[in-house]
Nanobody
Framework: QVHLVESGGGLVQAGGSLRLSCAVYGRTVSTYVMGWFRQAPGKQREAVAAISIGGNTNYADSVKGRFTISRERAKNTAYLLMNSLKPEDTAVYSC????????????????WGQGTQVTVSS
């Protein structure tokens, strides 16, 4: 069984940065496509970014150029570096893993973490 644990969320001012971490337990992080998703109050979950086993990446248009997804095999962890944060980035951010091809469809991810809150003040 795969277990994902996010950390790194918090309160930051607009224009600031945060790095989220997603520790993977039970399997090797490089075995899966890893994705980050977010859900703001009253809104549907939306995709943020994903990284393939080979290192290819895909980003939502709203975060391109500001967010970077990566993974570190030695620490069995995936990351989401978020720069130039905006108040509209405020949400609960969750990481997820899938054995399928690189995609941004949350319905195709098999394993999910519990989420970490990111709040961006104006």
């Amino acid at each position: 069984q795969v277990h994902l644990v996010e950390s790194g969320g918090g309160l930051v001012q607009a224009g600031g940065s945060l790095r989220l971490s997603c520790a993977v337990y039970g399997r090797t992080v490089s075995t899966y496509v890893m994705g980050w998703f977010r859900q703001a109050p009253g809104k549907q979950r939306e995709a943020v970014a994903a990284i393939s086993i080979g290192g290819n990446t895909n980003y939502a248009d709203s975060v391109k150029g500001r967010f970077t997804i990566s993974r570190e095999r030695a620490k069995n962890t995936a990351y989401l570096l978020m720069n130039s944060l905006k108040p509209e980035d405020t949400a609960v951010y969750s990481c997820a893993a899938t054995s399928r091809v690189l995609n941004l469809n949350p319905g195709l991810y098999d394993y999910w973490g519990q989420g970490t809150q990111v709040t961006v003040s104006s």
